[in-house]
RNA sequence: GCCCAGAUAGCUCAGUCGGUAGAGCAGCGGUUUCGUAAACCGCAGGUCGCAGGUUCAAGUCCUGUUCUGGGCUCCA
């Protein structure tokens, strides 16, 4: 969730802005009243309606959230004056601290002071209910438009965000000025739900995941196995036209690689518990066992690549050498982060690395990003995304640990990124602190139908790994150099690119992409021998294409094909087969088009080859 | 990992006060079926996530556990 900042806000924005933070106070009051001894965290507005953290003396359910609500209501009705008042520091740490009991608010009071050196503290009271808050306020809780809200869900959230602190119980809510516009949002979320790539996962037989074989761990079903390998073939075209060679690499690597990388001690925690060999040696009095060999699931590719690498001795003239493979990797994800295809333990990953001389980073990155536009234009996919250069944050407390400590370098190779993004056009985003710990990125980021935030497609400069694993190669003047690497994966990795795919399509992928391409149905079974003519003509030409032949009747199976998102049904009967024709109904329409077979059959041809969104 | 909530047939869900399990769709069988979004009849399908406990009796109550969802942290 993003928080609306005040500042920058338009007077409409503002006013929603003042509602949402008002009704946020309202909460609070509810909440009290409902749960006295509770005490309070942040309560902000964001992107749909506002939130609030609280340490509660009982456990609320989701059950409570109507009575809350029906509080809330109450409290609007009353018309309680939002009344602000400004208090000298000490004044106001006193009143937080010892009359309001409110220890959380103290520790921000305090940090407001004395970092950003506020002199006075601002509070707001509504009736009974004073808190500590930077407003704005509408006037009255009569102002407040009481069939506008909705409490949504409750959730946990740490105090500050940090997983030390004590976590609080977070209750979210929509807001908007009027019932209609709070309406319209709860309608456009049953429809998101309806397109989440876990439901359409399993309606449209994608992808399975099983207790048994483990959480985090999904099993490709043959149409989701489909949908990767023609994404594969997608990379493996462009890469090879823009100069990659493939590898392949083990999915294990000894324990050490990672510590000579850096990946380890930092990452340790994001990788699964190592594989040990063991040996018995006999002692006095008895046998001990050994650890003699430590194995780890690779998190990433880079280390293998870099090996390769290093393999021969390499000359500037082999540069950029740009190593590609659609990796798998293993990470320990945190079993509570798991979501369907979009968080997974064991991935797939379109991964390459590039080195290249300090000179060519400009163009490479330039490269991987125009590689970058191309693979989103032929997914049709435009404006649901947005880059952002993620950069470390020298600020960070814990930066010395998050990041490489080479702040020149830092500083030279965002100068890079930046100057590429503008040099191409792209606009972008920059961010702090979301950098990888070896270098700045551009990070392609959407927005699941649930709302959340997640990264598609990422293209990394790494000025570090090379030397810690000293990678060299000759240059011109006969020196031993480091190359600069470009760690990118402009597909990411299969899972949660194909759970991006199938919500941006709402499963009903172009006809490239779509596990089935074609399918053919006779108008009764007379002509089941002309549909499975037709079908095997398809398949001669690699196309996925199936009769079905069931004792449906014609209504039921169009049905079955238009909610099985097959982009492309053929209805033939006896028009058909006495010409050689077929009729064309595509997916989502109601509309039928009657057409020589070999014409259709070179149009499907053309659209598959090009990769078009829709048949010409 | 943590907070909250869930888990009943392949899917979506019902199951009252604790009294021994139900529907629709999908599947299977049969009948029917010649033109664009659900023909008709029948059959089968369940250790009610798992393990304990309370009880004469547990899908229902209690405890533990596994998994899922919404969040937080983390991240492709």
Redesign the pocket.
């Known amino acids: ?1 993003e928080d609306a900042s005040h500042n920058d806000l338009s007077a409409e924005e503002a006013e929603l802005y003042r509602i949402r933070h008002s009704l946020a106070h309202v909460l609070a009051q509810a909440v009290l009243e409902l749960r006295p001894g509770t005490t309070l965290g942040f309560g902000p507005p964001i992107a749909d309606g506002f939130y609030y953290d609280f340490v509660l003396s009982e ?5 409570e959230l109507p009575e809350l609500e029906k509080k809330m209501k109450h409290i609007i009705k009353r018309g309680q004056k939002f009344e602000r008042e400004d208090l000298p520091a000490q004044e106001a740490f006193r009143l937080i601290g010892e009359d309001m009991q409110e220890p959380y608010k103290l520790e921000y009071a305090r940090e407001l002071v004395e970092k950003n050196g506020l002199e006075t503290l601002s509070f707001y009271k509504n009736g009974p209910f004073l808190d500590m808050c930077e407003g704005p306020h509408v006037d009255s809780t009569r102002q407040l438009p009481a069939g506008a809200f909705k409490l ?7 105090w500050r ?3 030390d602190n004590v ?1 609080m ?2 209750i ?1 809510a929509w807001a908007y000025k009027t019932p209609e516009e709070l309406q319209a949002r709860i309608k456009e979320h049953k429809l998101a739900l309806a397109n ?1 790539h ?2 359409l996962g ?2 449209l037989d994608i992808f399975h ?1 099983d ?1 048994e074989i ?3 761990l999904p099993l490709w079903l043959p149409n989701g196995t489909v949908i990767r390998d023609e994404l594969e073939k997608l990379a493996r075209e462009l890469e090879f036209k823009d100069g990659y060679e493939r590898v392949v690499t083990p999915q294990l690597a000894k324990v050490g690689l990672y510590y000579r990388t850096g990946h380890l001690p930092y990452y340790a ?2 990788m699964f518990p190592f594989l040990e060999l063991k040996e018995r040696h006999e002692v006095e009095g008895g046998e001990v066992e050994e650890v003699v060999e430590q194995y780890a699931l690779k998190p ?1 590719n880079c280390p293998h690549h870099h090996k390769i690498f290093a393999a021969r001795p390499r000359s500037y003239r082999d540069l950029p050498l740009r190593l590609a493979e659609y990796g798998n990797c293993y ?1 320990y ?13 064991g ?1 797939c ?1 379109n991964d390459a690395h590039i080195y290249c001389t300090e000179e060519q980073i400009g163009d490479e990155f330039k490269k991987v990003m125009d590689l970058h536009r191309r693979v989103y234009e032929i997914l049709g996919l435009q404006d649901n995304y947005w880059m952002r250069l993620s950069t470390w944050d020298p600020d960070d407390p814990k930066g010395k640990d ?1 990041y490489v400590d080479m702040p020149e370098a830092w500083e030279a190779s965002t100068r890079h990124i930046r100057a590429a993004m503008d040099e191409i056009g792209m606009p972008y985003r920059e961010v702090k602190g ?1 950098g ?2 070896y270098g700045p990125k551009i ?2 980021q959407f927005r ?1 139908v ?9 293209n990394q400069l790494d000025f570090c790994v090379p030397a810690r694993l000293g990678l060299v190669y000759t240059n011109a003047n006969d020196e031993e150099v480091h190359p600069w690497v470009l760690h990118r ?1 402009p597909l ?2 299969h ?3 194909v759970a991006f795919l199938i919500e941006h399509y709402g499963g009903a992928f172009p006809t490239w992409l779509a596990p089935e391409q074609v399918r053919v149905m006779p ?5 089941a021998g002309y549909a499975q003519k037709l079908v095997d003509e398809l398949r001669s030409d690699f196309v996925r294409a199936r009769p079905d032949l ?7 199976r ?3 094909a ?2 099985s998102k097959i982009p492309n ?1 053929l ?7 006495q010409d050689g024709s077929v ?3 595509r ?2 329409s ?1 509309e ?1 088009e ?1 057409m020589p077979f070999e014409e259709f059959r070179a149009r499907l041809r053309k659209a598959i080859a090009t990769r078009a969104m829709v048949l010409d």
Not at 152 to 158: F, K, P, Q, T, V
Not at 450 to 458: I, N, P
């Open positions: 969730m456990p609320l359910t989701e059950a949504r869900s409750i959730a946990g959230a740490y965000g940090n997983s976590q119980t977070r979210y989440d876990k439901k399993r309606d995941i207790d483990g959480k985090g925690n994001g990433m990470r994800e945190e079993s509570g982060a798991l979501s369907g295809l979009l968080r997974v333990r991935m990953m998050k979301e990888a710990f990070d392609v699941t649930t709302g959340r935030e997640e990264t598609a497609s990422t994966a990411g990795t899972e949660r690119f108008v009764a079974a007379p002509f069931s004792a449906d009747t014609l209504n039921k169009i049905r079955t238009q909610t049904t209805v033939v009967g006896e028009r058909e087969e009729t064309l109904r997916y989502g109601r039928q009657s």
